[in-house]
């Protein structure tokens, strides 16, 4: 008989996940500062940054965090907004895009990678993602360039790096920008010291809850460009410049400041940042160890060049054949019941969203058909991106990281859960 946990059986995990977000006096002590001091606003210390006096000038939590989240990235300029998402809009703007363009990006990610380009009056056109990787296939890009298109925007899913180099040099060839999604992967670099946000024009990083950088919500702008740097200060401060006055606007710009408490505790878990991710990489490794011989459950392919990982998500591909037609559903059920959080991911890919259903891009009276003879049919990308589709239906299975923090025992008890659920599959047929 099986001694599955899902038929009645022991669970294989039986020690605590790690609790997320991790915090301390240290985070405590950053937060109440801001509040103690009465500066809750990154231009409350404005004019004393401005010099004059004995006393040292105080500087804003948003400023210094822009400053030491540029260091570590090893970019020119660093920009700090309200979310990742509000991050996208403000780069999809700032190269410039108009109405009628296009953009370039994968179909397998979170919807604001389109909806920043929808807000453009531009469209998002669809390229089908590595069936090793989940990342935007280099291999299909050029196909997809049309006299309209203007930007590619990878997503660094997972928290990893995508195949950067080709697609910058497919940008370049044909005078494109390039922003980097990099919203999973703060502190991720290649060799070299080639960071996550900056290879392209812009890139951009996200602070939402479950990201491996955290404070609730909050975004960053990285670009090593000055002329990218001044239109996004310029964008997230309500469209001023350094030179006007408070009240002279010179562009439709956003109120996208980050908060003093916000910045506060972002410093100092940016502090943590690296000794994280390479927890989170040994816990992966010894994980990925232990279950190397479960048929049918392989990890997605990580990039070759990477010497820190982020392991936002920890991804792998269920083949069905390799457990008898088991769906994965059941596998994940089996799964969960030991004790693992283990889900299936995006129900459908982004152009399978009702918004695409719901929104009129075809009407001569829309703003999606400036300077277009033809609108896109967003139905088409299902026959066009088959690897996305079927990552959404029957094969990606997700891990966040917050397990992968765990002690080697944690660890441990996660991979004899995979084991024990293959040794025993056929009960679940």
């Known amino acids: 008989m099986s001694n599955l946990a899902l038929l009645g059986g022991p669970k294989?995990?039986?020690l605590p996940e790690p609790t997320w977000p991790i915090w301390d006096d240290e985070d405590r002590q950053a937060v109440n500062g801001v509040l103690e001091s009465g500066n809750w606003w990154m231009y409350a210390v404005g004019e004393?940054?401005?010099?004059g006096g004995d006393e040292e000038p105080q500087r804003s939590q948003v400023d210094q965090l822009e400053r030491e989240f540029a260091a570590l990235h090893h970019v020119k300029h660093a920009f700090a907004v309200t979310s990742g998402s509000t991050a996208l809009e403000i780069c999809m703007r700032g190269i410039g895009l108009k109405?009628?363009?296009?953009?370039?990006?994968?179909?397998?990610?979170?919807?604001?990678?389109?909806t920043c380009i929808l807000h453009c009056g531009a469209l998002p056109v669809f390229v089908d993602v590595d069936p090793e990787t989940y990342n935007l296939d280099p291999n299909r890009i050029e196909e997809?360039?049309?006299?309209?298109t203007r930007a590619i925007l990878p997503v660094y899913f997972a928290g990893e790096?995508?195949?950067?180099?080709?697609?910058?040099?497919?940008?370049?060839?044909?005078?494109l920008k390039v922003v980097e999604d990099s919203a999973q992967a703060p502190g991720v670099c290649l060799s070299g010291d080639r960071y996550a946000g900056s290879f392209g024009e812009a890139g951009i990083f996200s602070f939402q809850a479950s990201k491996t950088l955290n404070s609730g919500e909050g975004g960053m702008i990285t670009?090593?460009?000055d002329q990218m740097a001044e239109i996004v200060w310029s964008l997230r401060h309500v469209?001023?410049?350094?030179?006007?006055?408070?009240?002279?606007h010179h562009r439709i710009g956003h109120n996208a400041r980050m908060t003093e408490f916000t910045a506060a505790l972002l410093r100092t878990q940016l502090k943590k940042l690296p000794a994280q991710n390479a927890k989170r990489m040994a816990g992966v490794k010894r994980f990925f160890d232990k279950i190397a011989g479960v048929e049918g459950f392989v990890p997605a392919k990580l990039h070759p060049d990477e010497?820190?990982?982020?392991?936002?998500?920890?991804?792998?591909?269920?083949?069905?054949?390799?457990?008898?037609g088991l769906p994965r559903e059941r596998f994940l059920e089996a799964l969960t019941a030991e004790g693992v959080g283990a889900i299936s991911g995006y129900t459908f890919p982004s152009f399978d969203n009702p918004l695409f259903q719901k929104t009129d891009f075809a009407s001569p009276a829309s703003a999606y058909m400036v300077g277009r003879d033809a609108a896109i049919d967003y139905t088409s990308f299902r026959a066009n991106c088959p690897v996305a589709v079927r990552a959404c239906e029957s094969e990606a299975v997700w891990m966040m990281h917050t397990p992968f923090l765990g002690e080697a025992a944690y660890i441990d008890q996660l991979a004899d859960a995979v084991v024990k659920v293959r040794e025993n599959y056929r009960s679940l047929l």
């Open 12 to 14: 294989a995990v039986t």
């Open 99 to 114: 109405p009628g363009d296009e953009v370039i990006t994968t179909p397998y990610t979170f919807i604001a990678t389109a």
């Open 48 to 51: 004393a940054e401005l010099g």
């Open 223 to 225: 670009t090593n460009s």
């Open 144 to 148: 997809a360039i049309t006299d309209r």
């Open 239 to 248: 469209g001023r410049t350094k030179e006007s006055l408070w009240y002279e």
């Open 161 to 175: 790096i995508a195949d950067i180099e080709a697609i910058m040099a497919i940008a370049q060839k044909h005078n």
């Open 307 to 324: 010497t820190t990982r982020g392991h936002y998500l920890v991804l792998f591909k269920y083949d069905p054949a390799a457990w008898d």
